[in-house]
């Protein structure tokens, strides 16, 4: 089993500034089958990236996905204060078998 | 407008089995590189996939959970029914259904809590 790593487990960042979130996984991940999900609370998840690098359908341009192999990272270029939330990443690999990371925090600060 | 929603109980014992239906509408499973996944999140912590069933009634389960689990489709009705035998407390968590699209989920349920209490 694939596992992913998220860090760090809490941002504390100000509207405005520019957020990374970084994804480590244990293996490399399959044709780069990672994705990148947006959780409000109260919500459900929100597909932000596909692909490692693909941005969904009506996803801001301020997002953006990158990496590959085993290392992928988020970025909000600026931070709107829709943006604070929790983020997700999910692998799809063989078998197959479907993992997600622990998450990261978005705070206000 | 893709839509989906869960339905079920959201209350049940220790050792029954639970039962949870996801109707979905605005696509069909019968398009290629199209399932129905049931995904749940404990209060507080991260996501956990469970199961998908694809267009091709092909069936994937999570290894941990996979003696546990089962999931059906009902092409014609919309309807994909996931259960889960002999639940316990530490089942009590927020499951989803979600549309995967060829390797994510893009269109996700309202979720529906289920308690495992006595």
């Known amino acids: 089993e694939i596992v992913l790593t998220q860090s760090p487990g809490t941002l504390s960042l100000s509207p405005g500034e520019r957020a990374t979130l970084s994804c480590r996984a244990s293996?490399?991940?399959?044709?780069?089958?990672l994705a990148w999900y947006q959780q409000k609370p109260g919500q459900a998840p929100r597909l932000l990236i596909s692909d490692a690098s693909s941005r969904a359908t009506g996803i801001p341009e301020r997002f953006s996905g990158s990496g590959a192999g085993t290392d992928f990272t988020l970025t909000i270029s600026r931070l709107e204060p829709e943006d604070f939330a929790v983020y997700y990443c999910q692998q799809f690999g063989s078998s197959p078998q479907i993992t997600f990371g622990q998450g990261t925090r978005l705070d206000i600060k | 407008q893709i839509t989906l929603k869960e339905s079920g109980p959201t209350l049940v014992k220790p050792t029954q089995t639970l039962t949870l239906t996801c109707t979905f509408s605005?696509?069909?499973?019968?398009?290629?590189?199209?399932?129905v996944a049931w995904i749940r999140q404990p209060p507080g912590k991260a996501l956990e996939w469970l199961v998908f069933i694809d267009w091709e009634d092909d069936k994937r389960y999570s290894p941990s959970l996979r003696s546990r689990l089962t999931i059906t489709k009902d092409t014609s009705r919309n309807h994909v029914v996931l259960t889960m035998t002999n639940m316990d407390p530490v089942d009590t968590a927020t499951y989803y259904c979600?549309?995967?699209?060829?390797?994510?989920?893009?269109?996700w349920g309202q979720g529906i809590l289920v308690t495992v209490s006595s």
């Open positions: 979600a549309r995967l699209n060829g390797y994510d989920f893009d269109y």
């Open positions: 605005g696509f069909s499973l019968r398009s290629s590189g199209v399932g």
């Open positions: 293996q490399r991940v399959s044709s780069n089958y």
